[in-house]
């Protein structure tokens, strides 16, 4: 009897208590895991509409495209070309039916493309009020001097295209001519005779033209328009037949972008 009052009086009888505590703590815990797993299985995807004209790579790839169903879209972007419906989509790229009804839902085309009828209505009204004979003029300012701000302020650019142009501004070290906005990937005919209209040229007084008869094949490799299999073949002709007096001598050279002899000329001096 002796023993088992000791017992009594010393022995702590709190510890299943504890446990018990402890046991439903973990259990309460556990059934919020439990609802946070099961929340997370039940949330689908969220899939964002977007412009089918400016699918990536690795979009098209995540749609489900070939990549030739791709290449054929970015080919005929190179174009400056859009696609403005679902129909078009599918003629450019040749997805299957059961791809483009799968896909087509996610398209967003740009407002104007999807209510023409009254973007001409309103286009007219605006050019009618804002463009008449005694319409208000606007500064035509200098391309080259343009910041991303004057940029922005034309329809239909926004932050990434004034910043790829200002980049290829920056890459050439001045723009001669405004036919180069037709080089700049994204530019729709639309936005360029915005820029044409807003914008002209003129070559800063301090800009360094190239001497092509002077030039190593780096630097002349560095040159936008010359790739460097080009500028190899520049420097060869160059010490094997002498100096070039003109563009049309270099013209002469195989590969050459006879196209854009012009535009090229002015960045060089013979």
Not at 113 to 141: G, P, R
Request: net charge positive; hydrophobic share 40%; aromatic share 12%.
């Amino acid at each position: 009897m002796l023993i088992l009052q000791l017992i009594y009086l010393f022995a702590d009888f709190n510890i299943s208590e504890n446990q018990s505590s402890a046991k439903n703590e973990w259990l309460a815990l556990q059934s919020e895991i439990d609802q946070e797993k099961s929340s997370k299985k039940n949330n689908k995807p969220v899939n964002y509409l977007f412009n089918p004209n400016f699918i990536s790579d690795y979009k098209g790839y995540k749609l489900g495209m070939s990549l030739e169903e791709i290449d054929r879209l970015m080919v005929f972007r190179k174009q400056n070309k859009f696609v403005n419906s679902a129909k078009e989509f599918q003629q450019v790229t040749g997805v299957s039916d059961s791809l483009l009804k799968k896909i087509s839902p996610l398209f967003k085309f740009p407002d104007w493309v999807q209510n023409k009828t009254s973007f001409k209505t309103e286009k007219t009204e605006y050019t009618s009020k804002s463009f008449s004979k005694k319409a208000v003029k606007f500064e035509v300012l200098d391309i080259n001097q343009a910041t991303q701000d004057d940029l922005i302020k034309i329809y239909g650019i926004g932050e990434g295209l004034s910043s790829r142009i200002l980049k290829q501004k920056e890459i050439l070290g001045c723009f001669v001519s405004m036919d180069q906005m037709n080089d700049i990937w994204g530019l729709s005919p639309e936005v360029i005779n915005e820029l044409n209209s807003h914008f002209k040229v003129v070559i800063p007084a301090t800009f360094k033209k190239i001497k092509v008869n002077d030039s190593s094949l780096k630097e002349l490799s560095q040159f936008s328009y010359f790739k460097y299999a080009l500028a190899k073949q520049i420097v060869t002709h160059r010490s094997m037949n002498g100096n070039f007096n003109n563009i049309e001598d270099l013209a002469k050279i195989k590969d050459f972008p006879v196209e854009k002899a012009k535009i090229i000329s002015l960045y060089l001096e013979f």
